[in-house]
């Protein structure tokens, strides 16, 4: 169990457009998500906390406005990249914290390759 | 400021033998950590975690040790395996928050 799924796994996009990304749990409920980025060879940056019902917690440094997370049901989040461009290519890669476990353990997707031309 | 951090880029070990790999930690509220093995284009996946309550957790192959007065936490993988080559991340977590602080990352390579 605690399966992770994400949608798109790639996208190339021009610049200027928006992009969404799907994040769902497929066995189990999360009312909290995480996204992640990742640039070649550095680590997972935490970018927000989604949270089921409620605003998404932004990172420091991370635009609200231009990273947008809504977190409509319990097993899917989705973030969009609006008007898109080059410097945003990069590894998205979300998680979710499967309620009901001791600790914070958190599940991860398999991640979103984004290209921004 | 990079609150986790992995000194190591690489480490290259042979079949058989102990892989180590080590993780730094700067916040001291940190109380719960982790390791994640990681391939290109894909996810983490979960390995190994570890209380600060505790000193060793043990997991097959897998050992976590963590040295809090240090802040210092290890990954020993014996005896390692071809398949074991991947990227490995340690995390860090407080009570109160379910954020995770990644650190920069270990590409282990067995060698076979």
């Known amino acids: 169990g605690a399966v992770v799924s994400q949608h798109p796994s790639w996208v190339i996009c021009k610049s200027g457009t928006s992009v969404k990304i799907e994040c769902r749990s497929l066995?189990?409920?999360?009312?909290?998500m995480f996204w992640y980025r990742q640039f070649p060879k550095q680590s997972l940056m935490l970018m927000a906390t989604s949270n089921e019902g409620s605003k998404a917690t932004y990172e420091q440094g991370v635009e609200k406005d231009k990273f947008l997370i809504n977190h409509a049901s319990l097993t899917l989040s989705t973030l969009t990249v609006t008007s898109a461009h080059p410097e945003d290519s990069s590894f998205y890669i979300c998680s979710a914290k499967r309620e009901g476990l001791a600790y914070n353990e958190q599940f991860f997707g398999p991640g979103t390759r984004l290209t921004v031309l | 400021d990079q609150q986790v951090k992995q000194n190591s880029p690489s480490l290259s070990v042979q079949e058989g033998r102990i892989s180590i790999l080590n993780c730094d930690y700067t916040?001291?509220?940190?109380?719960?950590f982790l390791w994640y093995k990681k391939y290109p284009a894909e996810g983490p996946t979960f390995l190994i975690s570890i209380s600060s309550i505790k000193d060793k957790n043990e997991d097959g192959r897998f050992t976590v040790f963590l040295n809090k007065s240090a802040k210092h936490l290890s990954l020993h993988i014996v005896p390692s395996q071809p398949g074991d080559s991947a990227v490995y991340f340690c995390a860090a977590s407080y009570s109160g928050t379910y954020k995770y602080i990644f650190g920069t990352g270990t590409r282990l390579k067995v060698l076979a």
């Open positions: 066995d189990f409920q999360a009312t909290t």
């Open positions: 916040n001291s509220m940190f109380d719960y």
